[in-house]
């Protein structure tokens, strides 16, 4: 008899994302809650609730018969009770396309301990995908790395989900340094790109560590939220915020430096931009109303996940909404 692996045995660490580990977070995906009910646009049937009127699984109200109107849903006990013809509405259960847009690019081959941004990334891309499919949504993929984007089409299908993994383990793979050898594309590129394939009521979700999400994707994010739901998941190293109080030798696979504990001034420097960074990201999303919810690497993904999209704690996602 096949065992599922509990959720609490998934860890995911190193350097470099592994198929059998992303494919496992399928058993996480059966405790997450990616979206509360509400009303979407959309005209596939789905687990969503959407403005379209018909046969659904939700009753609405009863109201006079009108010309047209599905002679199966009158409803013939307030019909004999008034007298006149009354039918029935329901809201219709709708999907809704899932795009994940996965940042690979070289400043996510970093991490400080337990995992690189880059792996708790594709570890929540691939949870994401699986609980989408769970509620039979569509999913889809745009990764996005320094020079190229992959693009997995919407599809209600597990091999929808494993496209994005193979995509993602193989894009990981390639990294191995911080600094892109050859520059790299901006996030306006990958949110341009996504404008191009998201239909309108698809929900999309950013991971990414966003170091440039800035006023010059202000206005690709204004033209997305406008047809589509956007989540921004900011993926931080705790070292990315805080240098330590220890001293510290340092590369980007070609150089070394030494970071001498006694430069509090230079600390000191360093949070106050990072928090600046952070700030400025922050703003970003309040002016756009688009959620945005921290991951931090250096801790276990799986209680992580659980934090914000566990159907048992949706109060951890009006905790971290930005409001």
Not at 47 to 65: A, I, K, P, Q, S
Not at 98 to 112: A, E, K, Q, T
Not at 173 to 189: F, R, Y
Not at 296 to 311: A, C, H, Q, R, W
Request: net charge positive; glycine share 6%; proline share 4%.
């Amino acid at each position: 008899m096949h065992t599922a692996t509990p959720p609490s045995d998934l860890d995911l660490r190193g350097a470099y994302p592994e198929v059998n580990s992303l494919v496992q977070m399928r058993y996480v995906a059966r405790q997450l809650q990616l979206f509360k009910p509400r009303l979407v646009r959309s005209d596939q049937a789905g687990g969503l609730l959407t403005r379209y009127r018909g046969r659904g699984m939700n009753f609405e109200e009863v109201r006079d018969y009108q010309a047209g109107d599905d002679v199966r849903s009158i409803d013939w006990r307030v019909t004999a009770r008034t007298g006149t013809t009354h039918t029935k509405l329901y809201q219709e259960e709708r999907e809704r396309p899932i795009v994940i847009l996965l940042d690979l690019r070289s400043p996510m081959f970093f991490g400080s301990h337990r995992a690189f941004k880059s792996v708790a990334a594709s570890g929540i891309a691939a949870a994401l995908g699986w609980a989408g499919l769970q509620h039979s949504d569509r999913i889809g993929a745009l990764l996005f790395s320094d020079n190229d984007i992959d693009t997995v089409r919407p599809k209600r299908s597990h091999h929808a989900v494993l496209a994005m993994i193979h995509s993602a383990v193989d894009r990981a793979s390639k990294l191995q340094s911080p600094i892109a050898e050859n520059g790299s594309q901006s996030m306006q590129t990958l949110l341009e790109e996504a404008r191009r394939i998201a239909r309108p009521g698809s929900a999309l979700f950013l991971i990414s560590d966003c170091h440039d999400l800035n006023q010059d994707c202000s206005q690709s994010l204004y033209l997305l939220s406008r047809h589509a739901d956007l989540q921004v998941l900011r993926i931080t190293d705790p070292l990315e915020q805080h240098l330590p109080d220890q001293s510290l030798t340092i590369s980007d696979g070609r150089q070394r430096t030494f970071l001498y504990a006694g430069n509090r001034p230079l600390r000191e420097h360093f949070a106050e931009k990072q928090a600046q960074a952070r700030a400025d990201v922050e703003q970003l999303c309040r002016r756009h109303r688009l959620p945005l919810l921290d991951f931090d690497n250096t801790k276990p993904i799986v209680g992580e996940l659980m934090s914000f999209y566990g159907s048992r704690q949706q109060n951890g996602w009006h905790k971290n909404k930005r409001q």
